[in-house]
């Protein structure tokens, strides 16, 4: 079974930066696509970024410009880079991968934006 660990999440102030990382247990050269998402409280999870196999990216409107999604083949690692950060990018972020037919989440890394 293929597992994402998620790291980097904190407290942070407005206008802010925080790096998140995502380490699979196997490689995701042969993901279809992996992508960020985001929860927070009492709202549905959203795609924050995602990047397909042929690195196309794309972004929700909100962080488009402030947000950077990125992946290392070697370490297995996907990456968002989060700028100029807004009290509304307060929520857990997930990574989730897709290896074939099967959807793969981490268990989420929390982050908090505020003064």
């Known amino acids: 079974q293929v597992q994402l660990v998620e790291s980097g999440g904190g407290l942070v102030q407005p206008g802010g930066s925080l790096r998140l990382s995502c380490v699979a247990s196997?490689?995701?050269?042969?993901?279809?696509?992996m992508g960020w998402y985001r929860q927070a409280p009492g709202k549905q999870r959203e795609l924050v970024a995602g990047?397909?196999?042929?690195?196309?990216?794309n972004y929700a409107d909100s962080v488009k410009g402030r947000f950077t999604i990125s992946r290392d083949y070697p370490t297995n690692t996907l990456y968002l880079q989060m700028d100029s950060l807004k009290p509304e990018d307060t929520a857990i972020y997930y990574c989730k991968g897709t290896w074939g037919a099967d959807d793969l989440w981490g268990q989420g890394t929390q982050v908090t934006v505020s003064s």
């Open positions: 196997r490689s995701i050269f042969s993901t279809h696509a």
């Open positions: 990047i397909n196999r042929g690195g196309t990216t």
